[in-house]
Nanobody, 127 residues
Framework: QVQLVESGGGLVQAGGSLRLSCAASGRTFNSYTMGWFRQAPGKEREFVAAISRVGGNTRYADSVKGRFTISRDNAKNTMYLDMNRLKPEHTAVYHC????????????????????WGQGTQVTVSS
């Protein structure tokens, strides 16, 4: 099992930046493909970005391409999401997720593919 804790959320003005972190427990962080999802009030949880076990493969939702960057540091058991040029529509609770995979290049982009979830961190972008 792995436990995930997000941090780095907050209130930011439109056009600003934030870096979210997802810290994972355990010694096998590099066995998990990881992802970021977000959920705005009244909406379903949606995919934001994903990264493979050793970071060689990434995937982004079209709405964040060129604006958000996902990365991971397996030595620190931590995944990151750098968010730039934020817009009010990016306001949501951001969750990180983990799924144990054999393939080092596998990425997962749907909620159902992930077994472990963090509690989330609130990101609020003011206009």
């Amino acid at each position: 099992q792995v436990q995930l804790v997000e941090s780095g959320g907050g209130l930011v003005q439109a056009g600003g930046s934030l870096r979210l972190s997802c810290a994972a427990s355990g010694r096998t962080f590099n066995s998990y493909t990881m992802g970021w999802f977000r959920q705005a009030p009244g909406k379903e949880r949606e995919f934001v970005a994903a990264i493979s076990r050793v970071g060689g493969n990434t995937r982004y939702a079209d709405s964040v391409k060129g604006r958000f960057t996902i990365s991971r540091d397996n030595a620190k058991n931590t995944m990151y999401l750098d968010m730039n040029r934020l817009k009010p529509e990016h306001t949501a609770v951001y969750h990180c997720a983990a799924d144990r995979r054999m393939s080092t290049l596998a990425v997962a982009t749907t909620v159902n593919e992930y077994d472990y979830w963090g509690q989330g961190t609130q990101v609020t972008v003011s206009s």
